[in-house]
């Protein structure tokens, strides 16, 4: 039983924790989707993130950091990436080290043989391109399964034809890991997005990102394009989004106790009736409220963290579900606290508190939702107890 | 960073439950197969048990008594009991005025109260809480006044004195000093319940079990010597024992086996023709509350993993009981539900309900208490709110 980060894993949190000096909250909003509705801006940025921060990133080796070395990667733990996502939550640096890193990179990296992990990971790790998963589909909500993009294979090339949603950093991405159905079931495709047939429309989402919606209409493929043995897709994508998941905790940990001690400052330096509002007890106990979810949050972050990239598949979705319900809980419970503690300030656009709001609930949507654990959690072996 | 239990610690938990196994008199099993309510004589005949064995008291100090276990050990051997559903011993003498003593007794009172405490051949209570002093319990008016003669003479009334209709001593904060600011002239004072003017009578409580009484002291006398500490200075005692390990506080362990209760409760009710078990809704229910002590327990094992660093209990134990308090409400809870119209069943009169099943009621009322005792869940916020978030008090 142990917490304590080793010493490699404070220096690589000081260091995650350095750098966003450099990218504080006012980098983000300067790099956001904004516009819409009323009185918006127009889009300022079609990327929202920099290509050159995301240099910096492959020099510090965070683009490759959990990968094996024998592809190029650090070689260090999932968890030790968690670390680095959580300290990026907190000021929302925008470069897409989730998406990209670990979710299409985890699929990559659990689907694909050595030779296509380096050829696609590659220039990744190095800071050259990056990668975006297209596995969701319009009626498959959470389920990966759920395929209706087709690859059929004439002579030594694939055709692949079907339309993926959500797939995060899809705007920007170079490369697309491709889910779709074939002969012998679920297989995963490498898809460069300039290939003909491929159709991207940026999307704005809600937490001032972007995603994309990719059509795919008879895009050629090799069959050196075919990652790994055919058919064998879907674990490799439910790995990666248990990593995603992970990291979404991880990252929603950061924001939660961003938000926390916002708010408890808040409360300090607000008067009403002549008093600190931080006096009222009614406060006090939703801010304390908060205290306890994001302490929670910690707790399962850490055990997701640790645990994502288990072998032991059930133990992997166990950890994982338990993490990703309780942000989906408690998370939610503090940004939402955090809000309602700011008052009327909370909800304008130019007070931080509502750029956080926006992202956890994004979190809490990707990669299942509560209810979507919940009940993977309840078909664990062993649920029924004794 | 390592979440599992070293192959010793595992080791050692075999042992306990091989114990376990082998070790609980017949007349408890049974009573703990259908989790029902022990009485005093069955907690004892339990604690001797444990006594016999050199566990009955984990967090003494070895020449005092103790096994000479670490922090891990500790939780292991203390989460195991509680999975076992054995009898909770009372925690006054072992762990409340015992620690205390052995913190801050003198040479003469640690000889003549911590071997009875162990063996338990004396049973102890608590005197904090006053009829106007609950929360605010630095208000306590139960006065101990200086007779001239080496005396003190006590009058005054406590109140949820849990067990006080058994205990042979208690041990109370009372007024030495009225003059001094309110915290400053407290004192702690141990009393034979068989003193002259000590009266306890028990009252039910909504569980129906007799736990707890009101107490009172009618110009009681008590030899000054009982005091523990300086006089006027048990406040910062009583205190002080708040700051000791609290890694069992949040009742993991017990709530694991509510849990397992509430499953197999819902594995033989029938709805539409199977078990609500297979239910998805109620399914959902009951994945979401383990989850929420799933969480809890990561929780408790960054806890424990400070304590066996030797640091003291930080914010990570400080949620312990709030978060613990309410899931274990929340199991009983979910019992009660799962039950559906079997829960109205108050103890057995019939076997409308199976055995397993007829103590839920009761347990679902007295758990009510675990949001209230040890420091309601609201003063434990208002803690938190000052000494953690640094909120103005």
């Not at chain 1, 909500?141 to 950093?169: P, Q």
């Not at chain 2, 949620?319 to 979910?334: A, F």
């Not at chain 2, 009169?349 to 199976?354: L, N, R």
Request: aromatic content about 8%; charged content about 20%.
């Amino acid at each position: 039983m142990d917490f304590e980060l080793n010493d490699d894993q404070k220096l690589l949190k000081d260091s995650a924790a350095q750098f966003t000096k450099s990218s504080p909250v006012t980098r983000f909003r300067k790099l956001r989707s904004h516009g819409g509705g009323h009185g918006g801006e127009v889009v300022s940025h079609d990327r929202c993130w920099e290509p050159s921060v995301w240099k910096q990133m492959a020099d510090l080796g965070w683009l490759g950091l959990f990968y094996p070395e024998s592809v190029g990667g650090l070689g260090l733990s999932f968890f030790d990436m968690t670390l680095v996502l959580e300290e990026l939550g907190k000021t929302l640096v925008p470069e897409p080290i989730l998406a990209s890193v670990v979710l299409a990179g985890g699929a990559v990296l659990k689907g694909a043989s050595v030779e296509q992990q380096k050829k696609i990971l590659g220039p990744m790790i190095e800071g050259k391109t990056s990668l975006a998963l297209a596995w969701a589909e319009k009626d498959g909500r959470y389920d990966a399964g759920h395929v209706s993009t087709t690859a059929k294979k004439e002579g030594g090339t694939w055709l692949l034809s079907g339309e993926k949603v959500w797939a995060l950093n899809g705007h920007a991405a170079e490369t697309l890991i491709v889910s779709a159905r074939t002969e012998a079931g679920i297989s995963l495709f490498s898809v460069p997005s300039n290939a003909k047939g491929v159709a991207i429309e940026s999307a704005k989402t809600m937490d001032g990102q972007r995603a994309a919606r990719v059509r795919l209409s008879n895009v050629v493929l090799g069959s050196e394009d075919l990652l790994g043995t055919e058919g064998t897709g879907l674990p490799a994508i439910e790995h990666a989004l248990d990593l995603a998941a992970a990291g979404a905790c991880a990252e929603g940990h950061g924001i939660a106790s961003t938000v926390l001690w916002m708010t408890v400052n808040y409360l300090q330096v607000r008067k009403q009736f002549n008093v600190a509002i931080g006096s009222f007890q009614a406060l006090q106990h939703r801010a304390v409220d908060m205290f306890v979810e994001t302490e929670l949050l910690k707790s399962t972050a850490m055990l997701a963290g640790m645990k994502a990239d288990d072998s032991d598949v059930n133990e992997r979705r166990r950890a994982v579900s338990i993490a990703k319900a309780q942000l989906a809980a408690g998370g939610k419970r503090v940004v939402e606290s955090a809000i309602q503690l700011h008052g009327g300030i909370g909800i304008t656009d130019e007070h931080d508190v509502g750029l956080y709001f926006k992202r956890m609930s994004v979190l809490n949507a990707l990669f299942g939702d509560e209810e979507h654990h919940l009940s993977r959690y309840a078909s664990l072996p062993g649920f029924e107890g004794a | 960073m390592d979440l599992s239990f070293t192959p010793e610690q595992e080791a050692f938990r075999r042992e306990v439950r091989e114990f376990l196994k082998t070790e609980v008199p017949p007349h408890i099993k049974a009573k703990a197969e259908v989790d029902g309510h022990f009485e005093m004589d069955e907690v004892m005949d339990w604690h001797k048990v444990l006594y016999r064995k050199g566990w009955v008291a984990p967090h003494w100090p070895k020449e005092l008594g103790g096994p000479g276990w670490d922090a891990a050990q500790r939780f292991l051997f203390g989460e195991e009991l509680e999975k076992s559903g054995t009898p909770l011993l009372s925690p006054f003498g072992l762990s409340m005025v015992g620690p205390l003593i052995i913190q801050f007794g003198n040479d003469a009172q640690k000889q003549r109260f911590l071997p009875k405490i162990l063996s338990g051949e004396e049973k102890w209570c608590q005197g904090y809480s006053e009829p106007d002093a609950g929360s605010d319990l630095a208000s306590l008016r139960t006065t101990a006044v200086d007779d001239g003669n080496g005396n003190f003479v006590v009058n005054g009334q406590k109140t949820w004195t849990t067990y006080a209709q058994y205990a042979d001593w208690i041990f109370c904060l009372v007024r030495t000093d009225s003059s001094a600011k309110k915290q400053a002239g407290i004192s702690f004072l141990l009393i034979d319940m068989k003193t002259p003017g000590v009266r306890a009578v028990p009252m039910l409580t909504t569980g129906h079990t007799p736990a707890f009484c009101d107490t009172w002291f009618e110009n009681a006398v008590v030899p000054k010597e009982n005091v523990v500490g300086p006089v006027n200075g048990g406040w910062g005692m009583a205190k002080a024992l708040l700051g000791h390990e609290r890694t069992m506080i949040g009742a993991v362990g017990q709530s694991t086996r509510a849990l397992l209760r509430v499953k197999r409760i819902a594995s033989h009710t029938i709805l539409n023709g199977k078990p609500l078990l297979e239910d998805g809704s109620f399914r959902t229910k009951i994945a979401r509350l383990e989850i929420k002590l799933e969480a809890l327990r990561v929780q408790n094992y960054r806890a424990l993993a400070g304590a066996q660093l030797g640091h003291a209990p930080g914010p990570e134990s400080s949620i312990l009981k709030i978060r613990g308090s309410e899931i274990q409400q929340q199991c009983l809870e979910l019992a009660m539900e799962v039950m559906g119209q079997n829960s109205l069943a108050w103890f057995n009169e019939t076997d409308i309900v199976p055995a397993g099943e007829q103590w839920v009621a009761s347990s679902f009322n007295y758990l009510r208490a675990t949001t209230i005792y040890g420091g309601s869940n609201e003063i434990q916020r208002n803690v938190i709110a000052k000494m953690i978030l640094g909120l103005p008090g």
